[in-house]
């Protein structure tokens, strides 16, 4: 699972992904049988070097622990990661993630997942919140550990990914076999980076997951800015970006997901000259502030969190992306035809306008939790 | 009518009648979807139904001659691509790259469609009920008597007609599920040295790319546009303005005509603009001088 050390070894090809969402407002479970089935559909767009999904609603059994999927490449780098985690929470819970012997997937990490809290006692240094000590965690092993990557660490959420068709990596993770009331799949087509078990999507931080397709040209400026607010990529792949910035703009600065919108695919400046000067302003602001920040080259991506589900575009849409209803669900796809395939009757479809968000939240919890 | 069993060396067996076949492409892979279709037009079936189409790439693409496809579903990229001759009706939406490079034809869209529609198309029609995406029509030429023609219903995406060298892109802007979008988007014909965009309505000019001028249609322009918009009218009405395939996807509008000569005519009830290059060769001297 080691990411290739020589340039020789790196895949290059050309093309894009594929990428799937689908999310229940009102959280009834929806089954991995559907969203495998609508990745199966898009096949083509990826070739085999890397599948993934993300699944919320996952754990309610334990969904007040933080759930660390681990990646690891033998027992010992597990060992060595387990000390750390030791070191600074508490194992609520540890297993093995249930895999089957898929023979597309060659060569699987050990994978290992723990269900943890924040030791009471932490220590001095640590003067942020439980949020930032958790991603202060992730950073600490993916940095420091060798042969071990957390790909995972959410509440109730889980990531799932590797090597391989989504279909063969949903089979090898047994998804069929969980429930959630939010999914996306990513089907992959490595471009400039690398195709390893790291680098497959999704890309996540606590219950952050993004899904993309595309390539973000900035991940230079994008990784260079993460790394002064404590933010260090790890996985070789542009997407990393993403989901280390909207942690950033969003849980750390306090931005709405349309703002963080903006960021990312900012309106072109003869736009920003037309508007009334208030508005004017603001995205002015918002691009000297963030400049570092704004995601350049192809993207449709989906983000998505314990809140709901956003798709965005590069602001020339240079990546199909398609929206869906059929009452409380919510489908964001590269293709529509994913989509009729797991839901034939739609009450709405439309493809989203460059650069302009699709925000879904969950409606809101009535009196049953 | 006779009916009789067509089948392919796999043993891929479809019931035929005359001239006639359904193939049903439920879970079937795109390759051995197109293999079928091409073991039928062997077998001389010129009329072909696919149905529960969910995504196959590469339909009808290449095919030449006088051949009928209707295509119930969602068809996945590149549909009717390089083809030739053929008359495709798609019931439901469109995906991406329809009728790209198209060589001669029509397809008939009775839904919406996607990005880079009727990209370098030579020939042929294409007519789209609802909305289409971005970049469609781009680098669309001609070649004296081959014109190729795109009308659309509803909104399209930016990069409309980029870098189009011939033909025309003719725009209604009605049958929208997007009620709040412009017509169209920025950079309009951007790099266009050829060909025709009509607007029905207009666009702000700061839409518009460099070197090209948008002017009222005149009697010429109006002959062409009453011709395409009756051939747009004779295979909507009835459908036009109501949900229909998309399945609701179309805004609500107030009730349509349903007989195609009054849909004609609402259509060209309101003015047209039509978007040219100032000159012929705009980009003549761009990096070699020539006169």
Redesign the interface.
């Known amino acids: 699972m080691q990411a290739p050390r020589d340039f020789w070894h790196f895949e290059k090809d050309i093309s894009g992904c594929g990428v799937f969402g689908v999310i229940d407002r009102a959280r009834r479970l929806i089954p991995g049988s559907e969203p495998i089935a609508a990745m199966c ?2 096949h ?1 767009r990826g070739n085999g070097l890397g599948g993934g999904f993300a699944a919320y609603g996952i754990y309610p059994d334990r969904a007040d622990w933080y759930a660390f999927h681990l990646m690891c490449d033998d027992r010992d780098a597990l060992e060595r990661a387990e000390g750390v985690i030791k070191q600074f929470h508490d194992i609520r819970h540890s297993e093995p993630i249930p895999t089957r012997k898929v023979a597309s997937v060659k060569n699987p990490p050990v994978v290992w997942r723990y269900f943890v809290t924040p030791k009471a006692n932490r220590p001095a240094w640590a003067t942020g919140d439980e949020a930032d000590y958790m991603v202060g965690t992730v950073m600490h092993i993916n940095t420091k550990v060798p042969g071990v990557f957390v790909f995972s660490s959410g509440k109730d959420m889980g990531a799932f990914k590797g090597v391989g068709f989504p279909e063969d990596i949903a089979d090898f993770f047994r998804l069929d076999e969980y429930h959630a009331h939010m999914w996306t799949g990513h089907n992959r087509f490595p471009t400039n980076t690398p195709g390893w078990w790291g680098g497959a999507h999704p890309f996540t931080l606590l219950d952050w997951a993004i899904v993309h397709n595309g390539e973000i040209s900035s991940y230079g400026i994008n990784k260079r800015y993460l790394c002064q607010h404590g933010y260090e990529c790890t996985l070789m792949t542009d997407t990393e970006v993403v989901a280390y910035l909207i942690d950033l703009l969003i849980r750390k600065h306090g931005l709405t997901k349309r703002e963080a919108s903006w960021v990312f695919a900012p309106p ?1 400046w ?2 920003v000259d ?1 508007m009334p000067e208030a508005e004017r302003e603001a995205f002015k602001a918002l691009r000297m502030v963030y400049g570092s920040a704004l995601l350049n080259g192809p993207f449709a991506i989906l983000v998505t969190d314990s809140n709901g589900m956003m798709g965005l575009n590069d602001r ?2 240079l990546r ?1 992306l ?1 929206v869906a209803e059929q009452g409380d669900r919510v489908f964001m796809s590269s ?4 989509i ?2 797991v839901c034939r ?7 989203p ?2 650069g302009q968000p699709v925000i879904i939240d969950y409606l809101p919890q009535g009196g049953a939790a | 009518m006779s009916a009789d069993v067509m089948c392919d060396e796999k043993g891929f067996c479809v019931q035929r009648e005359g001239e006639r076949c359904v193939i049903d492409a439920t879970g079937v892979y795109y390759r051995q979807l197109n293999e079928r279709i091409r073991a039928a037009l062997e077998h001389g079936v010129t009329d072909i139904e696919v149905v529960q189409v969910r995504g196959q790439r590469y339909i009808a693409t290449a095919v030449e001659g006088d051949v009928r496809f209707t295509v119930r579903g969602v068809p996945g990229q590149d549909l009717g691509a390089f083809m030739r001759g053929p008359v495709i009706h798609v019931y439901g939406n469109a995906q991406d790259g329809v009728g790209n490079t198209m060589d001669g034809g029509r397809i008939v869209i009775h839904g919406m469609a996607g990005d880079v529609l009727g990209y370098a198309m030579r020939d042929g029609r294409i007519l789209v009920r609802g909305d289409v995406g971005y970049r469609v029509g781009i680098h669309m030429k001609a070649y004296m008597d081959r014109v190729p023609v795109i009308v659309v219903g509803g909104k399209a995406g930016d990069f409309l007609g980029e870098y189009m060298a011939g033909g025309a892109i003719i725009l209604l802007g009605m049958h929208s599920g997007m009620a709040d979008a412009p017509i169209t988007g920025r950079n309009l014909g951007t790099g266009m040295h050829g060909g025709v965009i009509y607007l029905r309505g207009r666009v702000p000019e700061y839409q518009l790319g460099p070197g090209l001028s948008m002017e009222p249609v005149d009697e010429a322009d109006l002959d062409f546009l009453r011709g395409h918009v009756a051939d747009f009218a004779a295979e909507f009405a009835g459908e036009f303005g109501a949900g229909g395939a998309a399945g609701g996807s179309e805004a609500a509008g107030q009730a349509a005509p349903v007989d195609a000569e009054a849909l004609a005519a609402a259509i060209l009830s309101e003015p047209f603009v039509k978007i040219r290059p100032f000159s012929h060769r705009p980009y003549g001297n761009m990096y070699v001088g020539t006169n």
């Open positions: 559909t898009m083509d072109f003869d736009e037309r020339v849409k199909p398609v293709e529509e035809s994913s009729r395939e009757d739609l009450d709405r479809v439309w493809a306008k460059a």
